[in-house]
């Protein structure tokens, strides 16, 4: 039993994966939207604030105050780990910023 179940897991972190790109680009595309269309000059940070914030949310609506909790906190340094060397590569790729 411990086999099916190790399969499943495995066929639905596949699954997650290959739709996670998708997903990033819907997400990001709606956060742009909002950021040009605001008018009021922080709204690009309130709307970076609000998605963070949605995303705690739903995860504590779906798994309860702890555990919610403990899986935002898990998929920020998991995605974090995952695109700290993508980003430095789009930060060596640009330059660096004026001082």
């Given at each position: 039993m411990n086999d099916n179940l190790?399969?499943?897991?495995?066929?639905?972190?596949?699954l997650g994966r290959a739709h996670?790109?998708?997903?990033?680009?819907?997400?990001?595309?709606?956060?742009?939207?909002?950021?040009?269309?605001?008018p009021e000059p922080f709204m690009p940070l309130l709307a970076?604030?609000?998605l963070v914030?949605?995303?705690?949310?739903?995860?504590?609506i779906r798994f309860g105050p702890e555990r919610g909790l403990i899986?935002?906190?898990?998929a920020f340094n998991t995605t974090f780990d995952q695109m700290k060397?993508?980003?430095?590569n789009m930060e060596?790729?640009?330059?660096?910023?004026?001082?």
């Open positions: 190790s399969k499943e897991f495995d066929r639905i972190t596949d996670s790109d998708e997903y990033t680009e819907r997400l990001l595309a709606f956060v742009q939207d909002m950021e040009a269309s605001a970076d604030i609000a914030r949605a995303l705690i949310v739903h995860l504590v899986e935002a906190r898990d060397p993508i980003l430095e060596k790729a640009k330059g660096n910023p004026p001082q």
